[in-house]
């Protein structure tokens, strides 16, 4: 399910007409969902109205084939459990549920906070742990408690970087929860050690070689997964850094699938990054594998 990148026209307002375009080219390709509005995305620099039109715009353009998942993402429950209603009524069919920005609680204030917005709606919701980003960590004993009270948490996005949180979560709760890797450079071992599915960033720029090798790694075909990461990893690395979005703007860029206008506080990477960063992208996909 890629992350779905939020494309800008040069006046910094959301290019709706490429975006609807861009979910049909992800769908066509194979995705099998599209999440908006997570952190690649941008979530954050837009507005509330602004999310309610990415999301209709998402709804509308793959048209019933695959689900739209909402990222969840707000600095107040309120704001959060507004925009999963929302995202109902635009006819998104789940929740990607975070914890709140800014703000790290204790466990009883993040666990009210999930609780206010997974019974908000009927919708089915992932549980998106990312500690480097959020600096809220869901332990796996959390993550059982929350899917033992909810029976619309349906999975949980992996994103601590930590392979092994993949095998405590399915320690905790069997199969209760479908995991889904949350870091592109993760995907071969996450999904060796029982995820089942990809929130992916990378996929905006490449997505025959992310798709490929997600089914190669879902029919545990690790020989040739093995031999399309190794072409593919430094590149997934770009999803891994501070400046993450703007790497995989830039790839998308280099592709033609999209620009690299990103929404200020960020701005287009430059000087010495820039440069080594687009040395690496041009040099691989000049040696880009044919799958």
Known sequence: MPAITTPFLEDGAVDHAFLAQH?????????????????????????????????????????????VVCGVSALSTAEAVALAQDAERIGCQGLMVLPP???????????????????????????????IAYGTDLRAPQIAELAAAHPNVEAVKESSGDTRRLSAVRAEVGDRLALFVGLDDMVVEGMSVGAVGWVAGLVNALPRESIELFELCRRKEWGLAHDLYRWFLPLLRLDTVPTFVQLIKLVQQEVGLGSERVRPPRLPVGGAERDEALALIRDHLARRPKV
């Open 23 to 67: 979910a049909g080219l992800l769908v066509d390709h194979g995705s099998t969902g599209l999440v908006a509005l997570g952190s690649l995305g941008e979530g954050a620099t837009l507005t509330h109205e602004e999310k309610r039109d990415v999301l209709r715009t998402c709804v509308q353009a793959v048209d019933g084939r695959v689900p």
């Open 101 to 131: 920005y800014v703000y790290q609680g204790t466990w009883p204030e993040t666990r009210a906070h999930f609780d206010a917005v997974i019974r908000a709606t009927g919708l089915s919701c992932m549980l998106y742990n990312n500690p």
